[in-house]
């Protein structure tokens, strides 16, 4: 089985910065392709940016695509399938002992599985986009983002041992697969079989933010899943996303990941 050190992947390296113990990476696979089973030196976070790829380790597997958010810890077994047209990636790879510094448990994360959290991803995108500034305060800022990551990471894994109600998943599955229909509370809580008032009471206790916030970031997740073809136009982007219009897609996306579409279009694909 195959053994990457840090700093080494498959296909082609494009950029490798070293800040502080974090290896930031950007990797690109041209061709469709098998990769077969291997483990990385130090623990990491995979980006997809663009492209489509299957992901498979001991316990599952599952089909990727831009906007995808993957972790794997150090040394666990994985493989890959590489699809059509050209993949790009973003890479984040961390030293153990950055976690012990900060009192982190990185034990607590064993595996390699995909995250689902947007506000994880938007954090992702975030040190990318930082990595393509790259002055005095980008080690500092990677480093500071990296934390806040790993420590939402912590949170969310402590909640999962604690029981949801049953209308959470489905709530979120149905944000999730209508993000583009007109939702309302009258209508979702009908179909969760609990009161409006129950539902807005105790949203934000599940989704830590209110339902109308949620619904902007699972947009604009979606967005970000468009955004690499260059065929389609922010107009249509926005549509398809379930935005009003180009200019409150432009705000909300702006807003979340902090610079407007036609520069992260560029930040990707310059």
Known sequence: MNFLRSGHFFGQISRTIHLNGITLTDTVIEHQEYIDWHYHEKAYFTLVLQGKLIEGNKRESYNCSAGNLLFRSPRDPH????????????????????????????????????????????????????????????AT???????????????L????????????????EI????????LSLVSLSSELNIHPVHLSRDFPKHFNCTLGEYVRKVR??????????????????AFECGFADQSHFLRCFKQIIGINPYAYRKLLLG
């Open 79 to 138: 493989y890959n399938v590489k699809l059509e047209g050209n993949t790009k990636f973003f890479n984040l790879e961390f030293n153990e002992v950055l976690s012990d510094d900060f009192a982190f448990d990185i034990n607590a994360l064993q595996g390699s599985f995909r995250i689902e959290d947007p506000d994880i991803k938007f954090m992702l995108y975030r040190v990318f986009r930082e990595t393509k500034i790259c002055d005095i305060v980008t």
């Open 141 to 155: 800022s990677v480093q500071m983002a990296l934390f806040e990551i790993l420590g939402q990471m912590l949170r």
């Open 157 to 172: 894994k402590q909640t999962e041992q604690k029981t949801k109600p049953l209308w959470v998943k489905k709530l979120n």
């Open 175 to 182: 944000l999730h697969d209508g993000y583009a229909e007109k």
């Open 220 to 237: 604009v997740e979606k967005a970000l899943t468009l955004l690499p073809d260059k065929r389609r136009s922010l107009t249509e982007i």
